[in-house]
């Protein structure tokens, strides 16, 4: 099995409506250690990226997500924007002119998008952030696309890596952005850059089931 374009532009409106669902809870997360305002931001900006994508539904992958990108980045505020912006445009750029994504491709998308997420957030393992989730996620998916598995299983093991992964945020001291300013007082928090990365690894699996 493969990843369709069809399939991409589901997960992206698939992935809009859940952020709306799930707005009030991220700003939630957000209020104990941030600026309480990442649902808000995460729903404008693929609620933007929704209303772009029938421009753009029967171009490649790769102009697919990097539009997707800089829509994210143009329309979200806040240090989610710039990170979600950079991962879409860098795995577009990687995946120019592909019509379907097998497990090197998704190798390939994984492995771009998080190395934009370090480029501009300059995180490290145990910074309490998103790179918590995409880290491990990225390990796990080049290796099972080396070993074989399916576009399915890598997804599907993604999100038991993702999930497993934003329960470690909480005993974390959170080392960058707004939630660093208050040292300790950040443990026993959900980081929640972590929580909307994997809201969107669950959307994709659910896109291929």
Do not use: C
Request: hydrophobic share 40%; no cysteine.
């Amino acid at each position: 099995m493969t990843i369709s374009k069809d399939q991409i532009v589901s997960w992206m409106e698939k992935t809009a409506g859940v952020m709306a669902e799930n707005k009030a809870f991220l700003t939630e997360l957000d209020a104990a250690i941030g600026d309480a305002d990442h649902g808000i931001n995460m729903d404008r900006g693929f609620s933007k990226v929704v209303e772009k994508l029938p421009s753009v539904s029967d171009k490649d992958i790769g102009t697919l997500l990097k539009t997707v990108g800089m829509t994210l980045m143009s329309s979200v505020g806040g240090a989610s924007g710039p990170l979600y912006g950079t991962f879409f445009m860098k795995a577009g750029m990687g995946l120019m002119k592909k019509e379907e994504l097998d497990a090197g491709g998704l190798s390939t998308l994984m492995e771009e998008g998080v190395a934009g997420i370090l480029q501009r957030g300059r995180a490290n393992l145990g910074d309490k952030t998103m790179y918590d989730v995409w880290a491990p996620v990225l390990e796990g998916v080049k290796a099972g696309a080396a070993s074989g598995k399916s576009v399915v299983e890598l997804v599907e093991e993604s999100v038991v890596t993702a999930e497993k992964a934003v329960e470690e945020t909480k005993p974390l001291q959170a080392k960058k952005g707004r939630a660093s300013y208050l040292g300790e007082r950040s443990i026993g928090h959900q980081d929640p850059g972590a929580t909307s990365s994997a809201l969107i690894l669950k959307t994709l699996l659910g896109v291929l089931k």
